[in-house]
């Protein structure tokens, strides 16, 4: 579903003229889009006109590909730097698959407190942390498992709700019955880690506007939906990122992603944090993707980039009357 970049959305998104700072690489990611700046909206408020010069400021540092989408809920006001590109997702991929589970909750083919098995011999490679969650057999309830997939990151979980839903390609028909059309989940996290093909990918458009219909009730039932954003304010990977630069006591609900690192310059090749940033005052939440790949900054530039993005969409919107 494309999103408009910074003009009031009433009831739907509709399409948007989209602004680039990608700077381009050496390494082309695959169906990822260049294009020209375009022309200022007429109705673009002066704030928005800021953020939007703020936002592009921040992203020409990337030196990589980055997509970025920051959208205030209450409102539909939105700002979009090149948030259409279609980039690498890595485990934000969790969060459409969460979706997926919680929609089969809400239509009876699952139960959150149903258990599944898992045994050593299906750990998926991930943290010594997660991994030795699995070390023994154990049941874990469905709800168990999202918890540990989004809060954690965990694979072993993600491949496990991954299977209960029937597949990759199971979320990836989800996000278009829902009318995301930019969110292809084509690979199980295994399935990447043995073969490095198929990377599951998404634009910050199509994610920030995911998040703006889950905080505004339209994805999931409330049930569900508390469910799922309480784990992602639980999340406890990626703390520089959104929340890296945001003031003490901010409450973000979020999930992560990492890609794996170049063998040469031992620089991760994804960077990436979507979520719900709540402002203070009553001023609403904001849902921000970022979006960033295939970058020469090392970890910390790169988290400090999401960071600074974050702070300044937040800056920006705490401030509306």
């Not at 084509?186 to 910050?204: E, L």
Request: with cysteine; glycine share 6%.
């Amino acid at each position: 579903m494309p999103l408009i970049r910074v003009i009031l959305i009433i009831t739907v998104f509709g399409a948007f003229a989209l602004t680039s700072c990608n700077k381009s690489s050496s390494n082309t990611t695959p169906n990822s889009t260049v294009t020209q700046v375009s022309p200022t909206p007429k109705n673009q408020t002066e704030l928005e006109k800021a953020l939007e010069q703020k936002l592009t400021s921040i992203c020409s540092r990337a030196q990589g590909s980055i997509g970025v989408t920051a959208v205030h809920v209450e409102t539909g006001r939105a700002v979009s730097v090149n948030g259409n590109a279609v980039l690498p997702l890595y485990s934000v991929f969790k969060l459409p698959l969460a979706i997926t589970v919680l929609k089969d909750v809400e239509a009876n083919r699952l139960k959150v407190e149903q258990m599944v098995h898992v045994t050593p011999d299906e750990i998926v490679p991930g943290t010594p942390e997660n991994t030795a969650l699995w070390a023994k057999p154990v049941d874990r309830t469905v709800a168990e498992l999202i918890e540990f997939s989004i809060s954690r990151s965990d694979n072993t979980s993600t491949d496990k709700l991954l299977q209960l839903v029937g597949g990759p390609t199971r979320v990836t028909e989800q996000m278009r019955s829902l009318g995301f059309n930019n969110l292809d989940i084509h690979s199980t996290v295994m399935g990447y880690v043995k073969t490095r093909q198929s990377v599951n990918t998404g634009s910050a458009d199509d994610l920030a506007n995911l998040l703006t219909q889950l905080q505004q009730g339209k994805i999931l039932q409330p049930a569900q939906s508390q469910l799922l954003v309480g784990y992602m304010r639980g999340t406890i990977t990626g703390m520089r990122r959104l929340r890296g630069d945001l003031p003490p006591g901010t409450v973000v609900a979020d999930k992560t992603g990492s890609g794996e690192r170049n063998t040469q310059t031992n620089v991760p090749k994804t960077t990436n944090d979507v979520g719900l940033i709540t402002l203070p005052n009553g001023k609403g939440t904001i849902a921000m993707a970022v979006l960033v790949t295939d970058s020469r900054l090392v970890d910390t530039a790169q988290e400090k980039i999401i960071a600074e993005l974050a702070r300044a969409a937040f800056d920006a919107y705490a401030k509306r009357e």
